[in-house]
């Protein structure tokens, strides 16, 4: 059940999204998992939805300003390249089929294009500016909450 103070709460942390963290944060799960997984001739599939969402959703960020989706298919459908998406369906209907550590062969098209994005979102993000936060509202929220 939703309170007139937990709605209060969703609005303002609107006001308190910082896009540059938030990107930092979305850039570093993609670029350790890629370093870490997505560099061998065998790759484990579920991997490359590992480094997929937080590029899509950095990607989603600096592009629309607003919090991305938490559905995979909303960001694939707005932010993936139409000519990847086929690749991107193919490894979603093989994740489905194969075991959880289920294993297939590197795709070189996809890898070039997340070393891409990777630098791509590294200089976007160098170049933002940090927000500020106004955070009397909030606090009297806290306070009222309490």
Request: hydrophobic letters at 40%; aromatic letters at 10%.
């Amino acid at each position: 059940k939703k309170t007139k103070k937990a709605e209060r709460l969703k609005e303002l942390s609107l006001d308190y999204l910082d896009p540059k963290k938030l990107i930092y944060h979305y850039l570093h799960m993609a670029t350790s998992n890629y370093r870490e997984y997505l560099k061998k001739d065998s790759v484990r599939i579920k991997k490359y939805f590992y480094v997929l969402r937080p590029l899509l959703a950095a990607n989603w960020i600096i592009e629309k300003k607003t919090q991305p989706p938490m559905m995979f298919i909303e960001l694939v459908e707005e932010m993936l390249p139409e000519s990847l998406v086929p690749i991107v369906d193919h490894l979603l209907k093989l994740k489905s089929s194969l075991p959880e550590m289920g294993e297939a062969k590197r795709i070189d098209e996809l890898n070039e294009y997340i070393v891409e994005q990777i630098d791509r979102i590294k200089e976007e993000v160098n170049m933002m500016e940090n927000s500020v936060n106004y955070w009397e509202p909030l606090n009297n929220l806290f306070i009222e909450m309490i």
